[in-house]
């Protein structure tokens, strides 16, 4: 237990000290977010962002800033951080200090380094791209709050037409009961570049933890970027993972989400698709069981003519689990020739498990071919007698079935051994479902 | 025989059906804005009992300390200024039960309108409002001697209260938003309808509402109870001429389907353009019951309606069927509320925009199924057409389900007219006009089939008015 004398403060009081390091321009937007942060009140339930869920599940006065962990604590995440076997680099993050960094397989030229070591090296970069966007679906106040006490993560920068083969893979641990962690993704791919980056979020053990993470994603012309991020955090925790992406000319950016863990999961996906023939591709995975809360925001921006994306949420409810999905695609006046598609589908398991959905649609061009569809239903009793009159039990039927429906997300993730992990992550969080 | 009535109307064009007017003759006009002093005099006008007058007082209250939707509906809404309308004008004359006694112009309005004529070929009732209260009303006699009642709102809270109290502002509570609220302060006029157990009323029964002046609020109120087994169809349209300045029609229709009864609620509108349209709808289902509203909002400024059902008894069945159609300058924010509250309920909801011009058409649903339920079904599809490059559509469901015996589905799409489809229909000798027309036609035709024979024919003509000039 922590003693109360000295238990450290809570993050909605303090306020942040940039290190006398980091550039001006650096000091002085996280000196007004942190203004921003404190003058901004937690939204409240007419709030249509927040419509079916509670803000103040993310209140932070429940959390201190992590401070670094014991050595025990390190030894203990690095040795649980078993992920891809080749990857172009590896970081491991232990209550936002990085505790072991791997980069040598990169490619020449590409700068993978972490945030702190990027604004000072390559400050221009980084001020170009680190979080241009507004939160624009509800999470306002806590982006300000990422923005004024973030020092972890990485910043990608893959120079024109350099492909990184193997993914680079970050591990973010929280190893501290009521700890805050502020990891920040910022990946820039050049003309005609390749990378694919993953997140973990996971806590040490059993506790209470927040993780309230940013992550921008910049494709310039040609260029493509696949990101996942899997949150494993405990069911305890806390998580919140904003991004947002900016797609220009005939880039490519899919972005995967795996959501396991954490008692309240809130993920804000904003995609910006600025330039001609740009494409983004959004997808996630939900599997709460328990009282897991899991709600997610997305936006599918198209401003550019000939542009596409598409969405595909699935669920796989569980227990007294919640989903809540609010998804709009917005086609703005001139950008003609949109494709964009938009679908969540909810597989109840429960009685008392409940999925709300509110897929949107604002079209304001021509020659526009957008859908959107939103499913909820249990297993099919066809399904379920068809398999089990071949002999399977009524749970490894039911097992297959929900692995069934999960399969056509993960059938997008074209990077084999990436796929494999994260078949693996369901796997096992199947395996503890009775 | 030609009046001189005639001659003053015989310039307008037989494409503008609505846009007529005829010079004011109120006896009763409670004068521009909301206040007690303006309920008092409505409620001393209309003879109220002690119950309504504090039922409308205690209305304004909540209307006055309840703040605009804007945040989630549209900014348009602040440009309502409630001050600028009247609330209550009336020419203080007993609604006519002989179509020779309603007065000229306001028969000659609703004789333009086509509703005498209607009546004669098939309905079995006719009521028809002007500005704030029923000029004629009229039910056929063997629905009468059959216990039917068909009657306005005031004489039905006057003559039958022991079957309009229990019900009225139960469907639709006074606090539901901020123009039920408005309504129930001002309400005057609309119709108030029973058809007793078992009566299955074979012929539909209309009401026609039509605003006259400027810078009036209609505020109708309808109540329909359908008792046991009963069945009965209700339509309605409204239209206003084109005044300078806006207009608005806040209607509260509350239905009541008893166990096993059945109501189809058809609707037809063609406001002019600078009326706000702000209506709230719903029907309480009972068991084995079905409540159907047929929806078609063409016109308008600002239209925001929702027609719901509460399927509050088990097997209840709710369906909404919806065309918009918005031309530049007009917002259609309509849509679809389906609340279940019982085993084996199941909801339809079938949705088509066509946008025109710099016209916005939206979508907004919603659907919620709570726990402790088996067996819900609903089922929403939404397609829009956008005929311009400007126009524009929206659609914002939301979707509760608790529980793993129910099954949900909605779907949404956004198309235009297929170029193919123009070029084939040209080949043939059509105008482009003529083939978008009759593509839009094509696209709403299945829903249009739903409206009762003379109101389809009726509609496809006032889309076909709308689509004039809109392409080429």
């Known amino acids: ?434 | 025989m030609v009046t001189a009535l005639d001659n003053d109307i015989t310039d307008i064009k037989a494409d503008n059906i609505g846009d007529f007017t005829f010079p004011e003759r109120n006896k009763f006009d409670a004068g521009f804005g909301v206040s007690p002093r303006t309920v008092d005099y409505i409620s001393d006008v209309k003879n109220d009992p002690d119950w309504i007058r504090e039922f409308r007082h205690k209305a304004l209250e909540i209307f006055n300390s309840k703040p605009m939707p804007t945040h989630w509906a549209t900014k348009d809404l602040d440009n309502i200024h409630f001050e600028e309308f009247r609330y209550y004008l009336s020419d203080g004359q007993k609604p006519k039960r002989s179509w020779d006694e309603v007065p000229e112009d306001v028969k000659r309005t609703f004789e333009r309108l086509g509703i005498p004529e209607q009546e004669r070929k098939f309905l079995a009732g006719v009521e028809a409002q002007y500005d704030s209260e029923a000029a004629y009303s009229n039910v056929k006699k063997v629905l009468e001697d059959q216990g039917v009642i068909f009657v306005n709102s005031t004489e039905g809270l006057h003559k039958y209260p022991e079957i309009f109290r229990p019900w009225f502002g139960k469907v639709i509570p006074t606090s539901d938003n901020k123009f039920s609220a408005l309504n129930s302060a001002v309400f005057s006029g609309g119709s108030f309808i029973y058809v007793p157990k078992g009566v299955k009323v074979s012929h539909p029964l209309q009401a026609y509402f039509r605003i006259n002046s400027e810078q009036f609020g209609q505020f109708e109120r309808t109540l329909i109870i359908a008792d046991e087994g009963s069945e009965i169809m209700y339509m309605e349209g409204c239209t206003a001429p084109k005044f300078e300045t806006s207009t608005l029609h806040s209607a509260v229709v509350e239905l009541v389907a008893m166990k096993g009864a059945k109501i189809q609620y058809v609707t037809v509108q063609n406001w002019s353009s600078n009326v706000f349209n702000l209506v709230t709808k719903r029907g309480i289902a009972h068991e084995d019951a079905e409540v159907r509203w047929i929806d078609c909002n063409i016109g308008s400024r600002l239209t925001m309606k929702y027609p719901g059902v509460i399927m509050k008894g088990k097997r209840a069945r709710g369906e909404v069927i919806s065309i918009a159609l918005a031309n530049s300058g007009q917002h259609q924010d309509t849509g679809a509320k389906m609340i279940h509250l019982a085993d084996d309920t199941t909801s339809n909801v079938v949705w088509k925009s066509i946008s025109i011009g710099e016209g916005r058409s939206t979508y907004r649903g919603q659907v919620h199924i709570p726990k402790h339920l088996k067996g819900c079904k609903n089922n929403t599809e939404c397609d829009a057409l956008l005929i311009n490059s400007s126009s524009r559509t929206d659609t914002y469901p939301a979707i509760s389900v608790k529980g793993n015996k129910h099954a949900t589905q909605h779907e949404a799409s956004v198309s235009q007219v297929s170029e193919d489809q123009i070029f084939y229909l040209m080949q043939r000798g059509l105008t482009e006009a003529e083939a978008m027309s009759l593509s839009v036609n094509g696209f709403i035709n299945d829903l249009v089939k739903e409206f009762p024979m003379e109101y389809s024919v009726e509609l496809k003509r006032l889309i076909d008015l709308e689509m004039e000039g809109s392409v080429g």
């Not at chain 1, 709300?356 to 526009?368: C, F, H, Y």
Request: hydrophobic share 40%; glycine share 4%.
């Open chain 1, 1 to 434: 237990m922590p003693d109360t004398l000295t238990a450290p403060a809570s993050l909605a009081t303090t306020a942040p000290t940039p290190s006398a390091d980091l550039p001006q321009w650096f000091a002085e937007r996280a000196t007004t977010a942190w203004t921003t942060f404190d003058s901004l009140p937690i939204p409240g339930i007419k709030d249509e962002h927040w419509r079916y869920s509670n803000a103040k599940r993310l209140d932070p006065a429940a959390f201190h800033r992590a401070t670094p962990a014991p050595e025990s604590a390190e030894a203990e995440a690095v040795a649980s951080s078993i992920g891809l076997s080749d990857t172009a680099a590896r970081l491991i993050f232990v209550n936002d200090q990085l505790v072991q960094s791997d980069t040598h397989a990169l490619p020449e030229g590409v700068i993978c380094e972490t945030l702190t070591d990027a604004l000072i090296k390559h400050p221009e970069v980084v001020q170009q791209h680190f979080m241009q966007r507004e939160a624009a679906l509800g999470s306002a106040k806590f982006a300000a709050l990422h923005l004024a006490h973030v020092q972890a993560g990485i910043v990608v920068i893959v120079p024109k037409n350099v492909v990184v083969e193997n993914p680079i893979e970050v591990f973010h641990w929280v190893a501290t009961e009521n700890a805050a962690i502020f990891p920040h993704t910022l990946i820039v791919a050049g003309d005609n570049a390749s990378v694919t980056v993953v997140d973990h979020y996971r806590t040490l053990g059993e506790i209470p933890a927040f993780s309230c993470a940013v992550a921008d994603f910049v494709a310039q012309p040609g260029g493509r970027i696949t990101y996942a991020h899997c949150q494993e955090l405990g069911n305890a925790a806390t998580a919140l993972h904003l991004s947002s992406t900016s797609a220009h000319r005939d880039s490519q950016i899919k972005s995967f989400q795996v959501q396991l863990g954490a008692a309240f999961s809130r993920s804000e996906s904003i995609s910006d698709l600025l330039g001609q023939g740009s494409r983004s591709d959004m997808i996630s995975i939900s599997l709460p069981t328990a009282s897991q809360v899991v709600d997610q925001r997305t936006l599918q921006h198209h401003a550019a003519p000939h542009t596409g994306s598409d969405l595909l949420y699935k669920n796989a409810l569980y227990d007294t689990s919640r989903t809540i999905f609010a998804g709009l695609i917005t086609v703005d006046e001139g950008a003609h020739f949109t494709d964009a598609y938009q679908t969540c589908r909810n597989l109840i398991n429960s009685e008392e498990a409940e999925a709300n959905s509110m897929p949107g649609l604002e079209i304001n061009a021509d020659q526009v071919k957008c859908s959107h569809g939103s499913t909820s239903s249990p297993v099919s009793d066809e399904e379920l007698f068809y398999l089990k009159a071949r002999g399977i039990n009524d749970h490894d039927s039911r097992k297959l079935i929900v692995q069934g429906f999960l399969e056509d997300t993960l059938s997008r993730l074209d990077h084999e051994p990436l796929r494999h992990l994260i078949e693996q992550r369901i796997e096992s969080k199947l395996a503890s479902i009775a």
